[in-house]
């Protein structure tokens, strides 16, 4: 991929356990659990075992990934409450 391409994509550089500690973090493991039906996320959750399902789950880690994506986008369109 070319420089200009990897710019663009809001995944680059983001190792999969930063996005998962992210979401837990900002929205916590319910959510995950509803907006991602999988039981690493609704049963006794860790990160450990959720990064061991997603690393072997293409389509599981593909759906975090595109949460993570539009979490951050809205974040960033919130306007400052400073």
Not at 34 to 44: A, G, L, M, W
């Amino acid at each position: 991929m070319s420089e200009q391409t990897q710019k663009n994509n809001p995944l680059h550089g983001v190792t999969l356990q930063a996005i998962l500690e992210y979401l837990v973090a900002s929205k916590g493991w319910e959510y995950l659990g509803e907006e991602v039906n999988i039981n690493c996320f609704q049963k006794d959750p860790s990160i450990a075992s959720s990064l061991k399902f997603l690393r072997k789950t293409p389509w599981a880690r593909t759906k975090v990934e595109s949460l993570y994506v539009y979490v951050k986008r809205k974040e960033a369109q919130k306007p400052n409450n400073n």
